[in-house]
């Protein structure tokens, strides 16, 4: 089985692992990594978004081969231990969440977009596919303009 | 837990705040523990023994007498012990929640009626969900929008009890009478400014004989966090990651288990070759299902990749060979004839049909189970923990009892987990293989094999003459939902079953809130084989986002405006004032550019009222709808903000079901896989403003998680028709 290097949530981490392992998998099973949901497997629903290299990704549908020596970032290592992400902060005050389980990727694909686009627009953000069954979507918005306001 | 415990019964009455159901008084008492423990059981029983189902009238009754919620409130008072509230030494309160968590904010809104009762703070109140209790049975259900209706007053009785012992026992320790003592912060404070923790008084709380003060609930005018905006309690725990759902939680050594299922829907195993499956790396066993053959290993990653390689011979599935036209034709058939219309009057007729839906909830089927020769502990999202607890014992060959089961936080219901198939399986799996599994579905499996929300179909009609409306008839007919668990089994445990338990629900569900002379409304099962089940809100809807349809044909048929309309015909006053919100709010009647165009529509049931105003455009590829505003009388508002999240979200499941997402049936299977070809909303679907305005807010709770949808589906159906100058009549529109 080959092993693959790269970093997850600042720390170098070594895994063997099947070449077309998924990274879900392998932070999830191997890593004990959990915030990053399965919600289908094949990259639509993206619950598992997480960042590598600071883009937003699903690692659902990238492997462990995929990010050697490359950073991953998933959304417990969003911001410092015991700290809080702007977004993550916009999050709570817009009390955006509901049963939670796509939010971990709601944050980390807004995290991203705020990354490369410091000021949204409404068409920016309806570019966003995340999928939120609890249809949390108007305060999602509201959360990365306040987000957005406060960086 | 001390619940079953011996008790040292001290009873004193605990009495709700006003209202005329004086039966909803709780006897509290101390459960013999050594921190103060105090549990609420039916006053009623004891009082009236014999007459405790008073409250509910016998079946059929209209909806405005007795709904779903008033059999929750029965059952919950039924069950001994139901609620216990205890302070621990390091000065928690802790309430265990008799409901799960899903999303709806269940446990926020219980932290907040405990710490305001208790006067602690919203951060020393623990609210974790109580595992399930044969004792309780049906009470321990969620569903019918009940949970904060039926929790209301038992919550707030004993909370106020432990609040009249603590204080007692400052009083006792500091030698002040007692009526001088106030509370706060989770402390007793005396007129010279000493305090104590609600900690530190616990112990000698628990020997209080006779509590000093009132053990009355507050009153509203008291209230301190009951009403104000807050956000869920967990919302730092789900935005950082560490909110566990069931997969999330580390049972050691739990084996990853997936499932191969059949082609179609409740096809059966007739033969299976596993040699290949086995030699695959990480492989530890393939099990036979009746619902499929399970393949376990080390990581899901090897149990997915070695279910594609487990060779299946199908036997057929319970609707092989049925497509939707089928069941269009069935259910046409099924709706009886319409009541004959009078020569020359003015009249609305009218056919809908709705499409099947998954409740496609983001978590899929999941569940834990460690399964020993004596025993088993399972852990999974579920709506009713003593039907899974059973169904798991059954399925093992163990008693309820010898059965575990922790209710987890789960990743949506919509109606889902009602049902715990996933239990059952990955309890099955683990007693085969003799080792602990956490089991998952993949989202095919959700949505191929997973529940929806039955087909309908509705024939309308409405006579209308000089202004008024003569008379109203709905008869739909529907694919027979599965109510057989949770609050479905409350329902029959209730004695409503008339003639299945789903037209039993209907008739307490259903009731037109207008004023449109003599109503006919029914319902006809067709029965189908599938794995159905409510689907939030229930028959509501679409029954009634179809006559929010109507009413909007039966005003433009008058030539008068739809939210005059609606205003002339409403039967009650408070309906009225909702409307007028969402009207003025809403600016209703302003001037739109061509394609585009308001919506209105309104909804009462669950003791609440939902009025929902949209704006769509209609001018490009796909229809959006560009601004919502909605105004809820839900009585007493215990959140606000969590009152406004169950708005905003059946908001979007009523676009998503009017205009995008469905399901269709091909030759017994779903032909959907996942959220690429189900089409539920997505942010560029989302409305860009939406408001809600709380009005009201007086008297009890009523119930909210489902009640908008009626409203939100019929606003965004209206608003299309208005749009476009069509009569949508099946949904989703775009399908």
């Known amino acids: ?151 | 837990m001390p619940t079953h415990a011996s008790q040292d019964v001290v009873p004193s009455e605990g009495t709700a705040i006003g209202g005329p159901l004086t039966r909803r008084r709780f006897l509290t008492y101390v459960v013999a523990a050594p921190v103060l423990t105090v549990a609420a059981s039916s006053a009623a029983d004891l009082i009236a023994p014999g007459k405790a189902y008073a409250v509910i009238p016998s079946p059929p009754q209209p909806e405005n007498l007795a709904d779903l919620g008033d059999v929750m409130v029965v059952a919950t008072k039924q069950a001994q012990d139901l609620l216990v509230l205890e302070v621990t030494t390091d000065n928690r309160v802790v309430f265990r929640v008799p409901r799960a968590e899903v999303g709806q904010g269940i446990t926020t809104a219980l932290a907040i009626v405990v710490a305001d009762e208790i006067d602690a703070r919203l951060n020393d109140v623990d609210v974790p969900l109580e595992d399930a209790r044969q004792d309780l049975g049906t009470a321990q259900s969620t569903g019918g929008s009940s949970s904060v209706r039926s929790l209301w007053d038992p919550v707030r009785s004993v909370a106020a009890e432990a609040r009249a012992r603590l204080v007692t026992a400052a009083a006792d320790r500091w030698d002040l009478p007692a009526r001088t003592l106030t509370t706060r912060d989770t402390a007793v404070w005396a007129p010279d400014g000493r305090s104590a923790t609600y900690g530190s008084l616990t112990e000698a709380a628990a020997d209080v004989r006779i509590p000093a003060v009132s053990t009355d609930p507050k009153s509203a005018s008291e209230f301190r966090l009951i009403g104000t905006a807050t956000p869920r309690i967990d919302a730092r725990s789900i935005v950082t990651g560490s909110a566990k759902y069931a997969l999330d939680i580390d049972v050691p050594d739990a084996l990853p288990t997936v499932v191969v299922r059949p082609p179609t829907i409740k096809g059966k195993v007739k033969s299976y070759d596993a040699s290949a499956a086995l030699k695959m790396p990480g492989v530890v066993a393939v099990t036979e299902l009746p619902s499929g053959v399970a393949v376990t290993a080390k990581t899901f990653d090897q149990a997915l990749k070695a279910k594609s390689a487990v060779q299946v011979t199908w036997g057929s599935g319970s609707v092989d060979g049925v497509s939707d036209a089928d069941i269009r034709a069935r259910l046409t058939a099924a709706i009886p004839p319409m009541t004959p219309a009078p020569p020359l009057t003015p009249r609305v007729d009218a056919t809908f049909e709705f499409a099947f839906v998954n409740h496609a909830p983001m978590e899929v089927g999941s569940a834990v189970a460690d399964v020993r020769s004596d025993s088993a502990e399972v852990w999974v999202a579920t709506k009713s923990p003593t039907g899974a607890q059973s169904a798991v014992g059954d399925a093992v060959g163990l008693s309820a009892d010898q059965v575990t089961l922790h209710v987890i936080r789960g990743g949506g219901s919509f109606g889902r987990r009602i049902y715990h198939e996933p239990a059952v399986e990955a309890a099955r799996v683990s007693h085969a293989i003799k080792q602990p599994v956490k089991l998952m579905w993949t989202r095919n499996d959700d949505m191929r094999h997973g529940r929806v929300r039955p087909r309908s179909h509705h024939q309308l009609r409405a006579v209308y003459a000089g202004g008024d409306v003569l008379s109203y008839e709905h008869r739909m007919s529907s694919v027979e939902m599965d109510l057989g668990s949770g609050t479905g089994q409350a329902l029959i445990d209730a004695g409503y079953v008339n003639p299945t338990i789903g037209t039993a629900f209907f008739n307490i569900s259903q009731s037109c809130p207008y004023n449109f002379g003599p109503i006919i409304e029914s319902l006809t099962e067709v029965s189908y084989d599938m794995p159905t089940a409510s689907w939030r809100s229930v028959y509501s809807g679409q029954a009634r986002a179809a006559e929010e349809i109507i009413v909007d044909e039966i005003a433009r048929g008058m030539g008068a405006d739809e939210v005059a309309t609606r205003r002339k015909f409403l039967k009650a006053a408070d309906a009225r004032a909702v409307l007028d919100k969402v009207a003025t709010e809403g600016r209703w009647g302003r001037a739109m550019p061509s394609k585009t165009a308001q919506g209105v529509a309104l909804h009462a049931e669950y003791r609440s009222i939902a009025a929902c105003l949209v704006e769509i455009n209609c001018t490009g590829d796909k229809p959006r709808v560009t601004k919502a505003v909605m105004a809820l009388d839900v009585g007493r508002q215990v959140n606000p903000s969590g009152l406004r999240a169950q708005a905003i979200g059946s908001l979007m499941d009523g676009i998503s079901t009017v205009l995008l997402a469905g399901n269709h049936l091909d030759d017994g299977a779903f032909r959907e896989g996942s959220y690429s070809d189900f089409k539920y909303a997505r942010q560029a679907d989302a409305p860009l403003e939406c408001d809600v305005y709380l009005v009201g807010g007086t008297g009890k709770p009523g119930g909210v998680g489902e009640l908008c949808i009626p409203a939100a589906a019929g606003a965004v159906a209206n608003a299309y028709a208005r749009a476009t100058g069509t009569k949508p009549r099946k949904f989703p529109i775009n399908f």
């Open chain 1, 1 to 151: 089985v080959p092993k693959y290097a790269f970093k997850v949530n600042g720390k170098n981490v070594s895994v063997e692992a099947p070449a077309d392992m998924p990274l879900l998998w392998v932070l999830r099973d191997l890593l004990g990594v959990t915030g990053p949901k399965y919600g289908c497997g094949v990259g639509v629903c993206r619950a598992c978004t997480c960042h590598v290299n600071g883009s937003a990704v699903q690692v659902c549908t990238l492997t462990a081969a995929d990010v050697v020596g490359k950073t991953v970032t998933t959304i417990e290592g969003l911001a410092p231990t015991g700290g809080l992400h702007p977004v993550q902060q916009a999050w709570i005050d817009e009390d955006v969440a509901q049963c939670g389980f796509c939010q971990p990727g709601q944050v980390m694909q807004a995290a991203a977009l705020l990354k490369s686009k410091p000021s949204p627009s409404d068409a920016d953000i309806d570019q966003i596919m995340n999928v939120c069954r609890c249809g949390t979507y108007c305060r999602i918005r509201k959360a990365i303009k306040r987000a957005a306001t406060k960086k």
